[in-house]
């Protein structure tokens, strides 16, 4: 069990597992693709503080395919990462990250981050800063507004007992790290030095907006659009406002869903 003392620890939560497991896994990923007859290509989540601490392994999954990835980066200022769990992206994100697309491998893969707008110990400077450093290093990006679930609605009000499973400190005990509720309308925000969540979902937009005229695609959106015959070196020198405005994509898209629903139908 994790205490929370060891959120705000620069060791990641493999270090309660061998740490001989992690890259033992690439490592025989990577000899398994080497026998294959053909080539692969794939998309993953990767956990990029592993990379970190298991260099050799970069070179491993670039070698056996990956083609894009997406990093759960959440934050670069260290006192809001720590809080969340993502120590390491605090203290290293904003050097390594940039070293291991560019240098190692040689921005050939197409890398996108999660961004968290909303956290204690950031603030809207925080937020453009970061997106700069995104855009700046060729990291395709999207800021998310913090989602508190205690008072979703899904959850039908404040939680009981048997739903609190799985469900994280933070989230469970908000008001320790300052966040306030407030009913508007039928809905509850959560309200944090003076911004609702409403505020901060206003703020960031724009930043998406950036986003979206300089970076690339999303890693999902990588194989999508190539399983839709968009050239994969298309993908990676152009921004996603300029692919997904291609006049021949939504073609492509109607053809692929008409073309799949013939086959099922055939097969009925």
């Keep these: 069990e994790i205490s ?12 309660l597992f061998p740490s001989h497991d992690i890259p033992d896994k690439v490592e ?17 989540y990767l956990r990029v503080d592993l990379i970190h601490r298991f260099p050799h392994t970069a ?10 990835t997406h990093f759960g980066i959440e934050s670069l200022t260290p006192k809001a990462s720590s809080l969340i769990g993502k120590a390491w992206s ?21 890398v996108f981050i999660s961004l968290i ?34 008072y979703r609605t899904n959850y039908k009000g404040l939680w009981n007992e048997d739903e609190r499973e799985g469900i994280s400190y933070f989230d469970l005990h908000a008001e320790e790290y ?16 003076g911004m609702t969540e409403q505020d901060v979902a206003n703020h960031v937009a724009p930043l998406n907006d950036y986003f979206d005229n300089h970076c690339r695609v999303t890693a999902w959106g990588t194989m ?10 298309y993908i990676l020198d152009n921004t996603r406002s300029v692919v ?25």
Aim: glycine share 6%; with cysteine.
């Design 4 to 15: 929370r003392s060891d959120w705000s620890s620069d060791v990641c939560s493999s270090d």
């Design 28 to 44: 025989a990923w990577a000899d398994m693709i080497a026998t294959l007859p053909f080539r692969i290509q794939y998309v993953t």
């Design 59 to 68: 070179k491993l999954l670039q070698d056996s395919g990956l083609l894009a």
């Design 90 to 110: 605090g203290k290293h994100a904003r050097d390594y990250v940039p070293e291991l697309t560019k240098n190692i491998w040689g921005d050939k893969i197409n």
């Design 117 to 150: 707008a909303g956290l204690p110990h950031e603030t809207p400077d925080d937020w453009q800063n970061t997106g700069e450093w995104a855009v700046d290093n060729n990291l395709s990006a999207y800021y998310a507004t913090l989602g508190i679930e205690k």
């Design 178 to 193: 300052g966040y306030k509720f407030i009913k508007d309308k039928d809905r509850t925000l959560w309200v944090l030095n």
């Design 224 to 233: 999508e659009l190539l399983s839709l015959g968009i050239d994969q070196q």
């Design 244 to 268: 997904y405005n291609l006049p021949i994509l939504n073609q492509r898209r109607q053809t692929f869903v008409d073309t799949y629903h013939q086959k099922l139908i055939s097969e009925l």
